[in-house]
């Protein structure tokens, strides 16, 4: 495969499954890391309609690796999101999450080894920022006060220093800007200090200097935090720090394209994925996409 192959795939599994590998190669010899998140040849149906949502989908995610996960609406991003992160399983295919199988493994257990932040998540408004970072530690809404020792305390107070959020230590939650309440929330998941962090769309409803903020709290974790593997979703290539090395790309549930940024995240790629025509430009680390002329 070169650079410019361009990423279409047949009809048959044959043909799909040949471009994922292909794409992945290129990465192959350079990165034997510990596997932290691993999908062979999943898919999922929705079992009232029969619906596929992922179809024969392969991937691995390596410690220390940091992925984008990008796609249209509906594409099935949040599917695998779920599925890496132990609270659904897949139709057919294997999924193994740090070192252990789903479907054989207790679920409840590896989800507390896996940090997840999304502005969906429920927090209460009205706890200080302190106190939904310690919830991280009991993986529950509600703090559980008799389960928090004084280490444990003083650790969440470490986190938020660590991203820049100590002064939101007692500010309620309700009051805090977007971009804090991101901030807050990852600390909260790096709590049971996990292997794998998941993302889902963290920069939702953010204004530029709060994007910025965050972007860089995300590319000092790469930095400090080596063994930490991250996965974002998200719908802007602008959202992606300096530290995303991989990236994937989803089309109605198949993978379009996989592995390192510079070869996926290309103009006839994301053409090809979103279904319009898109400029990719890339500066000091940072992208931009725009959809280019269709002509007229």
């Given at each position: 495969?070169?650079?410019?192959?361009?990423?279409?795939?047949?009809?048959?599994?044959?043909?799909?499954?040949?471009?994922?590998?292909?794409?992945?190669?290129?990465?192959?010899?350079?990165?034997?890391?510990?596997?932290?998140?691993?999908?062979?040849?999943?898919?999922?149906?929705?079992?009232?309609?029969?619906?596929?949502?992922?179809?024969?989908?392969?991937?691995?995610?390596?410690?220390?690796?940091?992925?984008?996960?990008?796609?249209?609406?509906?594409a099935g991003k949040?599917?695998?999101?779920?599925?890496?992160?132990?609270?659904?399983?897949?139709?057919?295919?294997?999924?193994?999450?740090?070192?252990?199988?789903?479907?054989?493994?207790?679920?409840?257990?590896?989800?507390?080894?896996?940090?997840?932040?999304?502005?969906?998540?429920?927090?209460?408004?009205?706890?200080?920022?302190?106190?939904?970072?310690?919830?991280?530690?009991?993986?529950?809404?509600?703090?559980?006060?008799?389960?928090?020792?004084?280490?444990?305390?003083?650790?969440?107070?470490?986190?938020?220093?660590?991203?820049?959020?100590?002064?939101?230590?007692?500010?309620?939650?309700?009051?805090?800007?977007?971009?804090?309440?991101?901030?807050?929330?990852?600390?909260?998941?790096?709590?049971?200090?996990?292997?794998?962090?998941?993302?889902?769309?963290?920069?939702?409803?953010?204004?530029?200097?709060?994007?910025?903020?965050?972007?860089?709290?995300?590319?000092r974790l790469a930095?400090?935090?080596?063994?930490?593997?991250?996965?974002?979703?998200?719908?802007?290539?602008?959202?992606?720090?300096?530290?995303?090395?991989?990236?994937?790309?989803?089309?109605?549930?198949?993978?379009?394209?996989?592995?390192?940024?510079?070869?996926?995240?290309?103009?006839?790629?994301?053409?090809?994925?979103?279904?319009?025509?898109?400029e990719v430009t890339?500066?000091?680390?940072?992208?931009?996409?725009?959809?280019?002329?269709?002509?007229?």
């Amino acid at each position: 495969m070169t650079a410019s192959d361009p990423a279409h795939h047949g009809t048959t599994p044959t043909a799909k499954h040949r471009t994922g590998h292909e794409a992945e190669s290129a990465v192959a010899p350079t990165r034997r890391a510990r596997s932290v998140a691993t999908l062979e040849d999943v898919s999922v149906r929705r079992l009232t309609t029969g619906q596929v949502i992922l179809d024969g989908v392969d991937w691995t995610v390596r410690a220390g690796e940091h992925w984008a996960l990008l796609g249209a609406n509906g594409a099935g991003k949040t599917t695998i999101l779920r599925l890496i992160g132990a609270t659904m399983f897949p139709t057919t295919g294997t999924v193994e999450v740090l070192g252990h199988r789903l479907g054989r493994v207790d679920v409840r257990e590896l989800r507390a080894a896996i940090g997840l932040v999304s502005s969906a998540q429920k927090v209460p408004m009205d706890a200080t920022g302190h106190t939904v970072v310690l919830t991280g530690a009991t993986g529950t809404v509600q703090p559980l006060w008799g389960k928090y020792d004084a280490a444990t305390r003083a650790r969440a107070h470490a986190l938020l220093a660590e991203l820049d959020s100590k002064d939101l230590a007692d500010r309620p939650y309700g009051v805090c800007s977007g971009g804090q309440r991101a901030r807050i929330l990852i600390a909260r998941a790096l709590m049971a200090d996990p292997s794998l962090l998941l993302l889902d769309e963290p920069f939702n409803a953010l204004d530029l200097p709060s994007r910025e903020d965050l972007i860089d709290t995300m590319h000092r974790l790469a930095t400090t935090r080596t063994d930490l593997a991250t996965v974002t979703v998200t719908h802007h290539l602008e959202e992606l720090s300096p530290a995303i090395g991989h990236a994937l790309l989803l089309k109605e549930g198949r993978v379009q394209a996989r592995g390192p940024v510079d070869e996926v995240l290309t103009g006839p790629r994301m053409t090809s994925c979103f279904g319009r025509p898109i400029e990719v430009t890339r500066h000091e680390g940072r992208w931009l996409a725009r959809s280019g002329r269709s002509g007229g």
